[in-house]
């Protein structure tokens, strides 16, 4: 089974904006895929409807099998676990310990259970000796994996990260890219930094005005240069694609 | 303006105080503030034995004096008012030190002055041996509306994460060449401040998104067991109970 299945995807806004025209996609359990794409390219309105915050004007999403539906909302909210582009917006909780355990305390695990749950989320980030601390207190690199923390202990079927690389610096960047390789969950990486998806992700999708305009290998297309160019991607200055 | 400004109250420790859940605590502050403000202000004694009794409390929490007496600076306007009252009041009047004073008045002031102050003494106190998250839980556990005590607990958040933002949009005014010096810059001040309205207000609306995604159903799940046992209760009510004791005493 998929971990995750969008078929015929259109949305437009309340306004009448149309975001997407028709989105196609399938990832398979374990796979870790980039979504790649300019800015406005309907990018995160495509990641809300990935746990219902929005919902489908036409087309299906499927999580593992549970189709996204008002009634079937919470269960998925649990298989998806969607990390926010800026922690403080994920991290609303008074310290780490009451964030990691927001999830799954809205689930039902209480006491004991509740705790192995917590330490168990923070040690895979690397962070279990921050729990007592409050967000506020920590370096943007250290929120941001707590955020995948508050995320990794509801136990999702499928990650998905919002531009998970932006405002890291370099070392920072490279610890969250070996915690992500670390875990053996479904990953969906939306970001338009070509390096850390070609670092990352063995697949990469395009999305461009709303539509899957490419899907494959991400070193074929990233050394795609018209294919990148026609979608508003670059990669950095001076940084070529190494021969396979 | 620095990280963690308003946590300053809170003195870290692990006396008994400090282990006492927040509710019993809450509750301890609150019937001893009844029992003060019942004390008839003439019986000088009673506020005595109550201000003994608080310097028994802080001794106990390992709380210092001056810990107290620095962070009393909150009731300075309302001695300020207390002082007036005496020159301002009618009725049958004294002279003090050549100032002619109303008898009432002095009463009055000295009622306001005294409840006031073992109030504010008692709530210092509370405050610095409860971290403000886990007053905010024993709110929760005292049935408070779960609305208020979630706005609490985001404010207690986001205050940093807001004042952060205030600064940044006071470096850009700043290096644009602004300062606000009279009148006439306020309307610029107000802009700003409607922005960060606006700001707070979107960002308010992420984090909701984000609740929603790890399964937010409009009540707040229950984290921490504080549950507090009869002998925490007991220690905690000894207080506005020997309080009351004194009350009685003068019955």
């Known amino acids: 089974?998929?971990?995750?299945?969008?078929?015929?995807?259109?949305?437009?806004?309340?306004?009448?904006?149309?975001?997407?025209?028709?989105?196609?996609?399938?990832?398979?359990?374990?796979?870790?895929?980039?979504?790649?794409?300019?800015?406005?390219?309907?990018?995160?309105?495509?990641?809300?409807?990935?746990?219902?915050?929005?919902?489908?004007?036409?087309?299906?999403?499927?999580?593992?099998?549970?189709?996204?539906?008002?009634?079937?909302?919470?269960?998925?909210?649990?298989?998806?676990?969607?990390?926010?582009?800026?922690?403080?917006?994920?991290?609303?909780?008074?310290?780490?310990?009451?964030?990691?355990?927001?999830?799954?305390?809205?689930?039902?695990?209480?006491?004991?259970?509740?705790?192995?749950?917590?330490?168990?989320?923070?040690?895979?980030?690397?962070?279990?000796?921050?729990?007592?601390?409050?967000?506020?207190?920590?370096?943007?690199?250290?929120?941001?994996?707590?955020?995948?923390?508050?995320?990794?202990?509801?136990e999702p079927e499928i990650l998905v990260l919002d531009e998970p690389s932006s405002n890291l610096d370099p070392a920072a960047r490279r610890e969250l890219a070996e915690i992500l390789r670390s875990l053996d969950v479904t990953v969906l990486m939306v970001t338009h930094d070509l390096p850390y998806a070609l670092e990352l992700c063995e697949r990469s999708l395009i999305l461009s005005d709303g539509v899957i305009a490419a899907d494959g290998p991400t070193r074929e297309l990233l050394a795609d240069a018209d294919l990148l160019a026609r979608h508003r991607l670059e990669l950095p200055y001076g940084f070529a694609i190494p021969a396979v | 303006m620095g990280a963690g400004h308003h946590h300053q109250l809170y003195l870290p420790g692990g006396s008994v105080v400090h282990r006492l859940p927040p509710q019993c605590k809450l509750i301890a502050v609150f019937a001893f503030a009844v029992v003060v403000v019942a004390t008839p202000r003439e019986r000088f004694w009673a506020f005595a034995a109550y201000a003994v009794l608080l310097g028994v409390v802080a001794a106990l929490a390992r709380v210092p004096a001056t810990y107290i007496v620095r962070r009393m600076v909150i009731e300075v306007p309302f001695v300020l008012f207390a002082f007036l009252i005496p020159v301002i009041g009618l009725g049958e009047r004294v002279t003090v030190l050549g100032l002619s004073l109303s008898v009432p008045g002095l009463w009055a002031a000295w009622n306001i002055l005294a409840k006031a102050t073992l109030g504010v003494a008692a709530s210092i106190l509370l405050a610095a041996t409860t971290e403000p998250r886990v007053i905010l839980i024993g709110a929760q556990r005292l049935r408070l509306p779960s609305l208020l005590v979630q706005?609490?607990?985001?404010?207690?958040?986001?205050?940093?994460?807001?004042?952060?933002?205030?600064?940044?949009?006071?470096?850009?005014?700043?290096?644009?060449?602004?300062?606000?010096?009279?009148?006439?810059?306020?309307?610029?001040?107000?802009?700003?401040?409607?922005?960060?309205?606006?700001?707070?207000?979107?960002?308010g609306e992420r984090v909701h998104l984000a609740m929603l995604s790890r399964g937010y159903s409009g009540q707040m799940p229950i984290i921490h067991d504080m549950s507090a046992s009869v002998p925490q209760w007991g220690t905690a009510l000894a207080l506005p109970a020997v309080a009351l004791a004194v009350l009685g005493l003068g019955l």
């Open chain 1, 1 to 154: 089974m998929n971990s995750l299945e969008v078929s015929q995807l259109a949305y437009a806004y309340p306004d009448g904006t149309q975001a997407l025209f028709g989105v196609d996609l399938s990832i398979s359990r374990a796979e870790r895929v980039a979504l790649l794409g300019p800015n406005g390219a309907g990018k995160t309105t495509l990641v809300m409807h990935l746990n219902g915050i929005l919902t489908a004007g036409h087309g299906t999403v499927t999580v593992a099998g549970t189709p996204v539906r008002k009634d079937t909302l919470k269960e998925v909210r649990q298989r998806v676990g969607l990390v926010f582009q800026d922690p403080d917006d994920q991290l609303f909780m008074p310290t780490v310990r009451d964030d990691v355990a927001f999830g799954p305390a809205n689930a039902g695990v209480r006491g004991e259970e509740l705790d192995r749950v917590v330490k168990g989320a923070l040690e895979r980030v690397g962070m279990l000796e921050a729990m007592d601390r409050p967000p506020h207190h920590l370096s943007f690199g250290q929120r941001r994996r707590v955020a995948v923390a508050t995320v990794l202990a509801m």
């Open chain 2, 151 to 203: 706005i609490a607990m985001f404010m207690l958040r986001y205050m940093d994460v807001i004042m952060d933002e205030m600064r940044r949009m006071r470096v850009a005014r700043e290096s644009r060449g602004f300062e606000a010096r009279n009148f006439r810059h306020i309307p610029v001040i107000a802009r700003s401040a409607g922005a960060l309205f606006i700001r707070s207000y979107e960002r």
